[in-house]
Structures are given as C-alpha cells and as structure tokens.
C-alpha cells in the first residue's frame, strides 16, 4: 500500500537559516508524484512545489528545494534562508499513479514548523 | 481570481442532521475532489470526479455522498451526520498537477 511518512511532529529554525523537511514514502508504482504543501494558521492549502518520478533533477521553486533521493524513497523540502512567514504546517503528499489528467493524494501527517527570529 | 469556492465556510449541525457542502471552480479543471482534515492528521480523500460525469470513493467514503453538477461545481453531501464527522472539508481541482485547494469548511457536529 502506498505510505507518506513525516517523522518530525515539529521543527523549529532561525530565521534566516535553512531548514529541511523529511519526508519518505512507499509505492511499488514506478510513476508517481510527489507535493509539498503549506498550511499556515489561516488553514489554507499552499502548493509550493512538485517532483515526478521520472524527472532527473530536483525540483526548485524560489526558496524551496526538493531533495529527491529515489533509492532511498525520500522526498525532504528544503527551505532556504527561512522567514518568519515561513512558520506554518508542511504536508508531503504523493498522487497515486501516472500523470493522468486527475490524481488521488496520499498525505503524510504534517510537520510543525516554527520559525525564530 | 477566485480558484476554488467553498461554502459555507463554518457550520454547526446536530446528530442527524444532513448538509451539502458546495464547491465551485473557475479554473476550468476536469478533476474535483473533496478530503477531510481531522486533527493532527493530514488530508485524507472521501471522493473524486476524474472528469465531468463521472465520481469515484477515495479513502474514506463512508458517510457521504457527491454530485458533479457541472465541470465547475461539485458537491459534497452529509445524510445523516455523526459526531466522527466533525472536521475540516477541503475541495480541490486539477487538471495534470499541482491540485489547488478552496480555504475549507469547518464542521462541528454536535
């Protein structure tokens, strides 16, 4: 069965430093996808960035980073030079599947991040 | 530019009671779903439409059930709510990926 974990409940980071993420994730499907996605306190959900599983580079988007290592089944977000708007909640998720033109989300729990200045 | 619409965004329902949840895109999407939040957890889906026309369960189907009215709006609906449905009802669309969110419904059943 395909799994999302994210083992860090919370995190915390000062503010301008860097912070990763882990994710890590189970699928015998060899097309997939993978999301992170922000949720601050306000509750909406904030795609920030995606990772197929064919794609030889990893995904950037502005400050985020995807550290995709697929042997080790590993998705971690890496965000650079945090801000205080950063502190939010961050979901792993991975679409079931081929790059249809729909895609179910498995997502992980959740990790807790909280930014100091 | 308002993307996916939800309404109502609170509600309080008693035991029993039965709701539709209403989502409405304009981004021209073919797939809708709709997934709960409950606490300490992440998204977890009840039901999908691939495409106008057509609805499929997701993870947690039981409870509800769904119209796709049109290639815009597709609703959720509670028959008879239970207290193990209070949470946090999110829709989404897409078409390919990155699937975008409406801002949520929050449901307290009492």
């Known amino acids: 069965a395909q799994k999302i974990t994210q083992t860090q409940p919370g995190m915390f980071v000062q503010e301008k430093e860097a912070v990763t993420l882990d994710c890590t994730y189970d699928?015998?499907?060899?097309?997939?996808?993978l999301f992170w996605y922000k949720q601050p306190s306000s509750g909406e959900m904030i795609f920030l960035i995606y990772?197929?599983?064919?794609?030889?580079q990893n995904a950037t988007e502005g400050r985020y980073s995807l550290n995709f290592q697929k042997a080790r089944k590993s998705a971690n977000l890496v965000i650079s030079a945090s801000q205080l708007g950063d502190s939010a909640m961050y979901f792993c998720?991975?679409?079931?599947?081929?790059?249809?033109?729909?895609?179910?989300?498995?997502f992980g729990a959740g990790t807790r991040l909280a930014v100091h200045p | 530019n308002a993307g996916v619409t939800q309404t109502p965004k609170f509600q309080v329902l008693k035991t029993g009671q039965s709701m539709t949840l209403q989502c409405a895109q304009d981004?021209?999407?073919?797939?809708m779903y709709w997934y709960r939040q409950d606490p300490g957890m992440g998204l977890r889906l009840i039901y999908y439409?691939?495409?106008?026309?057509?609805?499929d369960k997701g993870e947690v189907p039981n409870g509800y059930n769904v119209s796709r009215l049109n290639k815009r709006e597709f609703s959720l609906r509670l028959e008879s709510a239970a207290p193990s449905q209070t949470s946090v009802y999110f829709c989404?669309?897409?078409?390919?990926?990155?699937?975008?969110f409406g801002d949520g419904t929050r449901l307290s059943i009492l």
């Open positions: 989404a669309s897409s078409i390919g990926q990155p699937q975008h």
């Open positions: 699928t015998s499907d060899p097309s997939y996808g």
């Open positions: 990772q197929g599983s064919y794609d030889q």
């Open positions: 998720a991975m679409r079931e599947g081929g790059a249809g033109g729909y895609n179910k989300l498995i």
């Open positions: 981004m021209n999407h073919n797939s």
């Open positions: 439409s691939a495409s106008e026309g057509t609805t």
